[in-house]
């Protein structure tokens, strides 16, 4: 299944087709798929060109794996262990040329996040971030020291049966996507004009 946006005006149809599923469908995403995926990720701009970015990934049967969904909160337990990876993303807080504060390391993290979904959809996978998870857990778990900010985690797969899908979740799977209105959060002159 697509769930293609309604859109205002034209955009790439990787954007088009790029939304936050929860039905997957169990199977393995191939190494070179994956591979093109964090690829992607790494080109991302940063400040700096820091690539502050850091990304433990997890296959479907891996010890890894079953870490990180370990740290999901139960309602994204209960669909993201269909997913045939899940990546947690991690966000290194300083800067490596003069060690100090890096106030855009998660904002940055995030733009590789993206370019990692979108790269998703042209291998002809979904993907779904969540903030629903441990990050305290997922830093003991993984021994993640201070010095990183633990922001999110990405399921990647292929699209499964949204009938599957627990019934709670099955009506939000089948909505019609929306966004807000341009002048709900596109301005000029001024803030909120």
Sequence with gaps: MVNKTTNRYPISSLIENRWSTRAFSGSKVEEGKLNSILEAGLWAASAFN?????????????????KILSTLVEWNQRWAGKAGVLVLNIAK???????KP????????GQAAAFMSIEAVNQGLCSHQMSGFDAQKAAEIF??????????????????????????????????RSRKNFNTMVFTGKFEN
Excluded at 50 to 66: C, L, N
Excluded at 146 to 158: L, M, P
Aim: aromatic content about 12%; hydrophobic content about 25%; glycine content about 8%.
């Design 50 to 66: 820091e690539q502050p970015w850091r990304f433990i990934v997890g296959r479907k049967g891996s010890e890894t794996y079953d």
């Design 93 to 99: 807080n300083t800067f490596t040329h003069n060690n």
């Design 143 to 176: 021994n993640i020291n201070r010095g990183y900010n633990i922001v999110s985690v990405t399921a990647i797969g292929y699209y499964g049966d949204a009938e599957e899908l627990p019934a709670d979740m099955q009506k939000s799977e089948n909505e019609e």
């Design 102 to 109: 890096n106030a855009t390391c998660n904002y940055d993290l």
